[in-house]
């Protein structure tokens, strides 16, 4: 299982990489791991403004639908447009290809709360 050290996660299982006034989000191979087969991907919160842990979308796998959290506030600038068409890139690709969308950080102390890489292994039992 990998827990990439430059990420930053959340106790719902999400992923955020950080670049400058914007973040990358997306799930945790763990998280996929748990769903299994992903079918799916709905986000449609394009351009909305979004407060910390607002739910921005979901993934639906072969048994169950799970919302989305959002780490942090901010803006929903992009949706993976390769996710619509190939949704197991979150499977396969969980921290590459399989990101899930880009926002740009209202407040980046938002992200004191998340857990390192560290604190993430340890909250899956790794």
């Known amino acids: 299982m990998k827990i990439p050290e430059n990420l930053l996660y959340t ?16 799930i945790t191979d763990f998280a996929q791991h748990e769903l299994g087969d992903i079918v799916y991907v709905e986000i449609e919160t394009l351009g909305e403004n979004l407060k910390q842990h607002e739910v921005f979308g979901t993934v639906e796998a072969v048994k169950t639908v799970s919302d989305l959290f ?4 901010g803006e929903i600038l992009e949706i993976n447009p390769k996710l619509e068409a190939n949704p197991e890139l979150v499977n396969n690709d969980p921290y590459g290809d399989g990101w899930m969308t880009k926002i740009k950080i209202e407040n980046i102390l938002d992200t004191e709360g998340l857990l390192g890489c560290e604190a993430y292994t340890s909250l899956i039992g790794l």
């Open 11 to 26: 106790v719902e299982h999400e992923w955020i990489r950080l670049e400058n006034d914007t973040a990358y989000i997306g």
């Open 70 to 73: 959002l780490p942090i506030a």
